[in-house]
């Protein structure tokens, strides 16, 4: 996959892809919807398979001071659409200058003439341009002009309801994680670098690898059971684990993070890439009487975790 920072154009060979557009924060299954049309469109052109997405997210940039709201970051988010097989990620800086495009001109100067789009793909309830003023019709419109197809897919729904973002976030804000994957087709997962922290787990003798949430949606805080794919470093794997996330508040006022503790391993992490999925909630945080208290309380979750995850098959995934 190759992605692209800018819009002045796409690598040599790719102008003529077809391109699925969108924010694909959480790359759930209405978006995979999506990104099958434009699979077909493409083989049907014999065309590149593209993505059309942003970074900063739209809302972060218009609304900064709000509270964090992504499904994942923009390195999750092109792992997992690696895996789907997209050919090109075409992700543009959200800024004040493409945030002032007219419809007329996002179509023009991004799908058109920037990346040579030949046929794009969006969702039913997909708005652009200034103001969100361009709307599907609005964009038929213009493709019809400029000579590019368009494709719309309506809005996917399921036995949860419709299949949104919003939706997938109000299940990991009520400890679903089930629900959530549901809509997502895959377990929500917080990827990211393992962190230098306190060591605190390791002294009692849960060593834990610590990655930051800044910026991601925060699930309801508390204890999981975690499937962790270690991404890089000499323990690549699929380890089973048990996961704290949350401000810790045996130990005062912290930032709210990630504490991870895999069964059944020995090794360092740090400076690694961990993907830590959400499999099962097992219960909330606490502030306990005593550090024995705490200690035996983790065993107890480890416990569950890993009865739990005996029973959950690492492909396919099965919510």
């Given at each position: 996959?190759?992605?692209?920072t800018?819009?002045t154009?796409p690598?040599?060979g790719?102008?003529g892809?077809?391109?699925?557009?969108?924010n694909?924060d959480?790359?759930?299954?209405?978006h995979r919807?999506?990104i099958?049309?434009?699979r077909?469109?493409?083989r049907r052109r014999?065309?590149?398979?593209?993505?059309?997405?942003f970074e900063?997210?739209p809302r972060?940039?218009?609304?900064?001071?709000a509270a964090?709201?992504r499904?994942?970051?923009?390195?999750?988010?092109?792992?997992?659409?690696?895996?789907?097989g997209?050919?090109h990620l075409?992700q543009l800086?959200f800024?004040a200058t493409?945030?002032?495009?007219?419809?007329e001109?996002?179509?023009h100067q991004?799908?058109?003439?920037g990346?040579g789009l030949?046929?794009v793909?969006?969702?039913a309830d997909?708005c652009?341009g200034?103001?969100r003023e361009?709307?599907?019709d609005?964009?038929?419109?213009?493709?019809?002009a400029?000579g590019?197809?368009?494709?719309v897919?309506?809005?996917m729904?399921?036995e949860i309801?419709?299949v949104?973002?919003?939706a997938?976030r109000?299940?990991?804000?009520?400890?679903r994680?089930h629900?959530?994957a549901?809509?997502?087709?895959?377990?929500?997962?917080?990827?990211?670098a393992?962190l230098?922290?306190d060591?605190?787990g390791?002294a009692?003798?849960?060593?834990?690898?610590?990655m930051s949430?800044?910026?991601?949606h925060?699930?309801?805080?508390g204890?999981y059971?975690?499937?962790?794919d270690?991404?890089?470093?000499?323990?690549?794997?699929t380890?089973?684990g048990?996961a704290?996330i949350?401000v810790r508040?045996m130990?005062g006022?912290?930032?709210?993070?990630?504490?991870?503790?895999?069964l059944?391993f020995?090794?360092?992490?740090?400076?690694?890439?961990l993907?830590?999925?959400l499999v099962e909630?097992?219960?909330?945080e606490?502030?306990?009487?005593?550090l024995?208290?705490?200690?035996?309380?983790?065993?107890?979750d480890?416990?569950?975790?890993r009865?739990?995850?005996?029973?959950v098959p690492?492909?396919p995934?099965?919510?």
């Amino acid at each position: 996959m190759q992605t692209f920072t800018t819009w002045t154009g796409p690598a040599e060979g790719a102008r003529g892809a077809v391109a699925a557009i969108g924010n694909f924060d959480g790359v759930h299954l209405g978006h995979r919807a999506v990104i099958d049309v434009a699979r077909a469109e493409a083989r049907r052109r014999s065309a590149h398979l593209g993505v059309l997405t942003f970074e900063p997210h739209p809302r972060e940039f218009f609304t900064p001071e709000a509270a964090p709201f992504r499904l994942m970051n923009a390195e999750a988010r092109a792992n997992r659409l690696a895996k789907l097989g997209v050919d090109h990620l075409y992700q543009l800086p959200f800024d004040a200058t493409l945030a002032a495009l007219t419809p007329e001109a996002f179509a023009h100067q991004i799908i058109a003439r920037g990346l040579g789009l030949s046929h794009v793909v969006v969702g039913a309830d997909f708005c652009f341009g200034k103001a969100r003023e361009g709307n599907v019709d609005a964009l038929k419109r213009l493709g019809d002009a400029m000579g590019f197809g368009v494709s719309v897919v309506e809005i996917m729904s399921n036995e949860i309801g419709e299949v949104s973002s919003t939706a997938i976030r109000e299940a990991l804000t009520d400890g679903r994680p089930h629900d959530a994957a549901r809509m997502l087709g895959h377990w929500h997962r917080i990827e990211g670098a393992v962190l230098h922290g306190d060591a605190r787990g390791r002294a009692l003798g849960y060593p834990t690898a610590n990655m930051s949430i800044h910026g991601l949606h925060r699930p309801r805080f508390g204890v999981y059971a975690v499937r962790v794919d270690v991404l890089s470093g000499r323990h690549e794997g699929t380890y089973d684990g048990a996961a704290s996330i949350g401000v810790r508040p045996m130990f005062g006022e912290n930032v709210p993070n990630c504490e991870t503790f895999l069964l059944d391993f020995a090794g360092d992490l740090y400076g690694t890439h961990l993907s830590v999925a959400l499999v099962e909630f097992l219960r909330d945080e606490m502030r306990f009487d005593s550090l024995n208290a705490l200690v035996d309380q983790m065993a107890r979750d480890c416990g569950r975790a890993r009865d739990i995850l005996a029973g959950v098959p690492a492909l396919p995934f099965r919510p």
